[in-house]
């Protein structure tokens, strides 16, 4: 079946501007996971959710950062007000949220550049 | 708090060579314990876990790894390297409940023809 696909692929955007990354997790997943990786590090979490609340988002940066998943599937991470420093492969990872031994599939990512 | 190590930012091979990638932990309790290898352009996929019970845990593409709680390690190998292994792995943890991974910084390996 299909993994977890991520829109868009790459992003570029100027200092300053709002934008959102979109994740389709793999179907029937419950649980959802956003992660940013920066150049030559490993993938930091951010948020994740249960259904369609957020049930940590203790890695959220800060409150430029938001995210949300109206309807317990897609999710949307939405940046405002872009900051170099925000540049980063974005990650989501979902997982079926059923067991605590479980695996997190993640996708491909967006690769997101702030000029 | 809890953290993953890996010590090896590069590692370069010979294709036919052994391979043992170091991760080392620290956590409150015995974590679950996953390794990931990304390619380029790719997304994260699963090589093998741990959670409990037998600590030399087999994983896809010949890979292994071993759990030593003495050592707070978690060592991913593989006896025969392949050209196409080249890639960036990491070592990640997390507790027995759903929630967040805590990553390495990952090692990339390079595999000499």
């Known amino acids: 079946g299909a993994g977890v696909s991520q829109t868009p692929s790459n992003k570029v955007t100027e200092k300053g501007k709002y934008v959102e990354l979109r994740c389709d997790p793999i179907?029937?997943?419950?649980?959802l996971y956003w992660y940013r990786q920066s150049l030559g590090q490993g993938p930091e979490f951010l948020i994740y959710?249960?259904?369609?609340?957020?049930?940590?988002d203790s890695g959220l940066p800060n409150d430029r950062f938001f995210a949300v998943r109206p309807e317990g599937s897609v999710s949307t991470l939405k940046i405002q007000r872009t900051e170099r420093g925000d540049s980063a492969v974005y990650l989501c990872a979902s997982s079926s949220g059923t067991s605590g031994s479980e695996t997190q599939y993640f996708g491909p990512g967006t690769r997101l550049l702030v000029l | 708090a809890q953290s993953v190590t890996q010590p090896d930012i590069h590692i370069t091979v010979s294709e036919g060579a052994s391979l043992e990638l170091r991760c080392n932990y620290s956590?409150?309790?015995?974590?679950?314990l996953f390794w990931y290898v990304q390619s380029p352009g790719q997304g994260l996929q699963l090589l093998l876990k741990y959670f409990s019970g037998d600590t030399l845990v087999q994983g896809i593409k010949g890979f292994e790894a071993e759990f030593k709680r003495s050592q707070s390690s978690f060592n991913l190998r593989k006896p025969s390297v392949h050209w196409s292994d080249a890639a960036e792995y990491f070592c990640a943890a997390r507790g027995s409940t759903l929630g967040r991974l805590y990553f390495g910084r990952g090692t990339q390996l390079t595999v000499w023809p």
């Open positions: 959710f249960q259904g369609t609340g957020a049930a940590d």
């Open positions: 179907s029937g997943h419950t649980a």
């Open positions: 956590y409150g309790a015995t974590p679950y």
